[in-house]
């Protein structure tokens, strides 16, 4: 079956759609994704290790799970899709926190051209990661992991790091993290 993703103008307005496959190249299309950071009750944050088999950026850590909405599919839907795909995991507590995050990423020729939006959530349930997907897991105290991102001693996927930036401005809580604006999530997001 092939897994397409929702292709975007410069303004997120849906413009078509590609196969997954074959849209990660040296000049990938803007395309619609999302990033998502699982914290336990003690706001530890579950990291992922991409499985050294991936196509892109295989081998970093990086947040908890990341993937692309399917053309119609809402990014709540879509979150818990992947998360359950790639940890075998349920969420709970699945709130928006990084509505319009954007960025761009190259590694070994392979570039990631994304409108990201970033949630958090907590886990329901026991993780089991499929291989295919996740290298390894582990949990990180928040504020252990976001200096040693900030401060380069711990080497992330480029959207990690720099989400990890844009979170560190919402405060040192993630608990308290402010739910973000829906209105400011990417058009094509908000048609799903």
Request: with cysteine.
């Amino acid at each position: 079956m092939t897994e397409n993703v929702v292709l975007l103008d410069e303004h997120g307005h849906g413009i078509g759609t590609a196969a997954k496959s074959e849209v990660h190249h040296a000049t990938t299309p803007l395309h619609l994704a999302f990033s998502c950071y699982v914290f336990d009750a003690d706001d530890r944050l579950l990291l992922t290790q991409r499985a050294a088999s991936k196509a892109t950026f295989p081998g970093l850590w990086t947040n908890s799970v990341c993937g692309h909405p399917a053309p119609g599919e809402d990014i709540e839907t879509a979150v818990r899709r992947r998360a359950m795909d790639e940890l075998g995991l349920g969420l709970a507590d699945l709130r928006l926190v990084l509505p319009d995050f954007r960025y761009t990423a190259t590694m070994h020729g392979i570039q990631e051209n994304e409108m990201c939006p970033v949630l958090v959530a907590r886990p329901a349930g026991e993780i089991a990661p499929n291989p295919d997907e996740v290298g390894d897991v582990r949990w990180q105290p928040w504020e252990q992991f976001r200096s040693q991102v900030l401060d380069g001693t711990l080497e992330v996927s480029t959207w990690c790091r720099l989400q990890v930036a844009a979170l560190s401005g919402l405060g040192p809580d993630p608990a308290s993290w402010r739910t973000g604006d829906a209105h400011l999530l990417p058009p094509a997001a908000r048609a799903a």
